[in-house]
């Protein structure tokens, strides 16, 4: 196996111009391999997508003004993405450290804790959008 050098300063794992100029297809299936893996190995963010097809399904029954569909979307995928960035911190954290250690875990809680303030946005939405029906 060749030993990579330095280019610039960078590690030798740093070798951004070939990752970016992959074809746009290639760079989407790795975004659904994301998406696969963390449906695979992540029961929150399973439940996250529960919870949004629910606030959908409860959009579809009380059918309220687009704006809500609009809000209800928006909430919800921003929760799932929060919930990909806190598996991501978590497990490359778990990785790069395997040992307990405080800054680590405040991090983690820190990554979680933006993750809950968005479901209780997204719960209020939802409440929002059935107080405006009825």
Do not use: Y
């Not at 993405?81 to 405080?102: K, T, V, Y």
Request: charged share 20%.
């Amino acid at each position: 196996m060749a030993v990579r050098q330095r280019v610039r300063g960078r590690p030798p794992c740093a070798d951004r111009s070939r990752m970016k100029s992959q074809p746009l297809i290639r760079r989407l299936a790795w975004a659904l391999a994301g998406l696969r893996e963390c449906w695979r190995s992540e029961g929150s963010f399973r439940l996250q997508v529960l919870g949004a097809a629910a606030g959908l399904a409860l959009l579809a029954w009380l059918r309220p003004a687009p704006l809500w569909w609009g809000l209800l979307a928006l909430a919800a995928a921003l929760t799932l993405a929060s919930e990909l960035f806190n598996s991501a911190i978590e497990r490359l954290a778990d990785r790069l450290h395997p040992e307990r250690h405080p800054d680590i875990g405040a991090v983690k809680d820190m990554a979680a804790g933006a993750v809950f303030m968005l479901v209780l946005a997204g719960l209020a939405v939802a409440a929002l959008a059935v107080a405006s029906v009825t």
